[in-house]
């Protein structure tokens, strides 16, 4: 049952933790510890992307890793009848239950986008207490009103001191922006520009060479350099092999795709990444739960997600056969062995509707089911190659080296 199995135990699984003593399984157990906290305050997926190649209808049943929240909420707009959000990460369990318990019990949007959208100002503590308090389950609750050591301002303070400085995510950017000054870049002037083409200039000029230091070459061929961005050691080899074992080749294509691939007016992973916020304009660019226009639709279809704090293969096994719509992975494949890649599809097919849809992304470019996924079960789907690549062209996130769409034949 669920319950048998600890926290820490579900993430050292996931991170491919075994009992013996070497520098991979350190590095591992590291990522686990690491992994219980705060590490995605936003998503770094694009929901947009997401929608379009799941095609979600009135009456689908998505099951999805939960991750910061901003996907399952955004994914409201297409009014499916239900989201199973399902996050092995306690901290992202009680995020998304914040936003679902802000989305429903905030009177306006004005209120959820000041304490998601702004995420910096005091009077979301007292909005905190007044609407959503004693909505929260709860562990919710008592882990959102935590004080260390007893004394010292509660959790909940993160939202009136940028919200999105904070986690794994949020201070591995913050380390990134004092790299550069170091170097006398400062990544916010990217933020000035008026245009793709100044956009693309300011990249080669002032973030390019940095790409050529010896130090930063050097960290980044450490596995740790990236625990900030989520990503464990299984993972990173993965990106290293798309980059023929440099790293910073990867992460210096990865980041010019991000400055140079869509204009700052479209795209808020860009403004996340180099101004550690949304635009301060509310009219910029905002991921779809955060747009005034979407707020009424968010507010009455919240109730429609479940947020489970247990992993997608221990879910599906508690599941009846044809009985999921939709399915979204993440980049959750690049963890898993073999053995926990066929039990998670295996998983999927059983419970997979006629027409059913899974999407998942990648480090490397290409899928990585070919294989590794046992050919009986992988012969029930149809990969949708063309339509992998032109929704990888279109994700604005850009740090990923492949998104891939599988439908059931």
């Not at 968010?298 to 489970?308: F, M, N, P, T, Y």
């Not at 399915?327 to 039990?343: F, T």
């Not at 990585?368 to 992988?378: F, K, S, T, Y």
Request: charge should be positive; charged fraction near 25%.
């Amino acid at each position: 049952m669920p319950g048998e199995i600890s926290v820490s135990e579900r993430l050292r699984n996931a991170v491919g933790y075994r009992r013996s003593f070497t520098s991979t399984n350190l590095m591992n157990a590291v990522f686990a510890s690491l992994f219980k906290g705060l590490v995605y305050p936003q998503i770094w997926e694009d929901p947009e992307v997401d929608m379009a190649a799941l095609a979600i209808a009135p009456g689908h049943h998505i099951v999805a890793i939960a991750s910061g929240g901003c996907n399952v909420l955004s994914y409201l707009t297409a009014n499916p009848a239900r989201i199973t959000a399902l996050d092995l990460n306690p901290t992202h369990v009680a995020l998304n239950k914040l936003k679902i318990a802000a989305a429903t019990n905030f009177p306006t949007w004005n209120e959820f986008y000041r304490f998601f959208g702004v995420a910096n100002e005091k009077a979301n503590i007292a909005a905190y207490d007044r609407w959503l308090a004693e909505h929260l389950d709860e562990k919710s609750r008592a882990y959102w009103e935590h004080r260390r050591l007893g004394i010292g301002a509660r959790r909940i303070g993160v939202f009136a001191r940028n919200f999105y400085r904070h986690g794994l995510l949020g201070r591995c950017i913050g380390l990134g922006h004092l790299v550069a000054k170091a170097y006398g870049v400062n990544p916010r002037d990217l933020l000035r520009a008026r245009s793709l083409q100044e956009q693309k200039a300011y990249f080669a000029t002032s973030l390019a060479p940095l790409f050529d230091r010896r130090l930063i070459r050097w960290a980044l061929a450490r596995q740790f350099s990236l625990f900030g961005l989520g990503i464990p050691p299984a993972q990173y080899d993965a990106l290293a092999g798309a980059g023929n074992g440099s790293m910073a080749a990867v992460i210096y294509e990865r980041l010019e795709r991000l400055c140079c691939n869509f204009s700052l007016d479209d795209n808020y992973f860009t403004w996340q990444a180099f101004d550690r916020g949304y635009s301060r304009n509310e009219e910029g660019p905002l991921p779809p739960y955060l747009r005034r226009d979407n707020f009424e639709t968010i507010k009455s279809h919240a109730d429609r997600v479940d947020v489970l704090n247990r992993s997608f293969t221990e879910y599906l096994e508690a599941q009846a056969d044809a009985s999921c719509d939709r399915y979204v992975l993440l980049d959750a494949q690049d963890w898993m062995d073999d053995r926990q890649l066929n039990s998670l599809w295996r998983g999927i097919t059983r419970t997979a509707k006629p027409g059913a849809r899974v999407i998942f992304r990648t480090a490397a470019k290409p899928s990585l089911l070919p294989g590794r996924v046992a050919p009986e079960i992988l012969e029930h789907w149809d990969y949708r190659e063309a339509e992998s690549l032109a929704f990888t062209a279109r994700d604005r996130s850009a740090i990923y080296g492949g998104f891939h769409l599988y439908v059931l034949q």
